[in-house]
Every structure is written in structure tokens, then in C-alpha cells.
């Protein structure tokens, strides 16, 4: 069983920019993708940013060029570099394997980006 807890949400106005962690409970990168989603109200949650065990990545085009994703082997952490940030990137936010597994969904973090 692997845990996965997600932070460094908040309200941040548009154009600003944040951070998000996702520590893992054990070394999760023997699995060859790790991801970060969002949910938004109303809608389905939706893949974001994935990184590989080899460093390669892949974004949405709604974020493309203004996230980044990275990883931390030494402390099996995840990171979800934020910017540009807009009132649509409004959403919880949740880090899992790609493709998830429904045991892995930790609370998430909620991210507002206000006008």
C-alpha cells in the first residue's frame, strides 16, 4: 500500500505563482510514470503533468509552458511548480501513478486562483 499526501495549495491571485509537494510513503519510482491531476467543480479529474523514472515529461496543453513538473529520488517527493497561474487552473489537486490507481488518491490540495 503506498500513500501519497499532497501540499502546498492556497489562494494565490492570477499570474502568481505556487508550489505543490507530493510525498510518498515508500519509494514510488519503480512505477514508470508518477502524475499530477486536478479535479475542477463540476468536472472530471484530469491528468495534468507526468513525469517518468527517466526524467521525461509530458503536460496538458492548458498547462504546457507554465507548469513544471520534478521529482526528488532522496525523498520519494513529486513537485508541481506552478505559474502563470489563472482562475480555469482552479481545482483540487492530487498526485498518482499514471494510470491511477483508485487505492493511491490521497485528499488532495485545493488550489484557488482568484481574478
Known amino acids: 500500500q503506498v500513500q501519497l499526501v499532497e501540499s502546498g495549495g492556497g489562494l494565490v491571485q492570477a499570474g502568481g505563482s505556487l508550489r505543490l509537494s507530493c510525498a510518498a510513503s515508500r519509494n514510488i519510482f519503480s512505477f514508470n510514470f508518477m502524475g499530477w491531476y486536478r479535479q475542477a467543480p463540476g468536472k472530471q479529474r484530469e491528468l495534468v503533468a507526468r513525469?517518468?523514472?527517466?526524467?521525461?515529461?509530458f503536460y496538458a496543453d492548458s498547462v504546457k509552458g507554465r507548469f513544471t513538473i520534478s521529482r526528488d529520488n532522496a525523498k520519494t517527493t513529486v513537485y508541481l511548480q506552478m505559474n502563470s497561474l489563472k482562475p480555469e487552473d482552479t481545482a483540487v489537486y492530487f498526485c498518482?501513478?499514471?494510470?491511477?490507481?483508485?487505492?493511491?488518491w490521497g485528499q488532495g490540495t485545493q488550489v484557488t486562483v482568484s481574478s
Open positions: 513525469i517518468t523514472s527517466g526524467g521525461s515529461t
Open positions: 498518482n501513478i499514471v494510470p491511477p490507481r483508485n487505492n493511491y
